[in-house]
C-alpha cells in the first residue's frame, strides 16, 4: 500500500470515529463529497496534521462543498 492510501484510510477511520459512523456511512460521505480526492490532493499538507485536525478540515471541507 502506498502512503496515500495509508493516510487516507487513517482519515476515513478517524472521521467514522470522531463521528460514530458505520463504514458505509463513511464511504457514502466521502464519496458524495469527493474527499478521497481532496485527502490524496493535499496529502503533503494534511498527512503531517493530527486525528483532531483532519477530522476538522473534513468537516469544514464538507461544509464548504454543501453552499
Known amino acids: 500500500m502506498t502512503n496515500k492510501m495509508n493516510y487516507t484510510i487513517f482519515c476515513l477511520e478517524s472521521y467514522k470515529t470522531a463521528h460514530n459512523l458505520t ?4 464511504i457514502d460521505i466521502f464519496s ?7 485527502v490524496k490532493s493535499f496529502y503533503d499538507v ?3 496534521t493530527g ?8 468537516d469544514k471541507y464538507i461544509s464548504s462543498r454543501q453552499k
Do not use: A, F, M
Not at 23 to 26: D, F, L, P, R
Not at 32 to 38: C, G
Open 23 to 26: 463504514g458505509k456511512e463513511v
Open 32 to 38: 458524495r463529497y469527493n474527499i478521497i480526492d481532496y
Open 46 to 48: 494534511l498527512h503531517s
Open 51 to 58: 486525528q483532531e485536525y483532519i477530522v476538522d478540515d473534513i
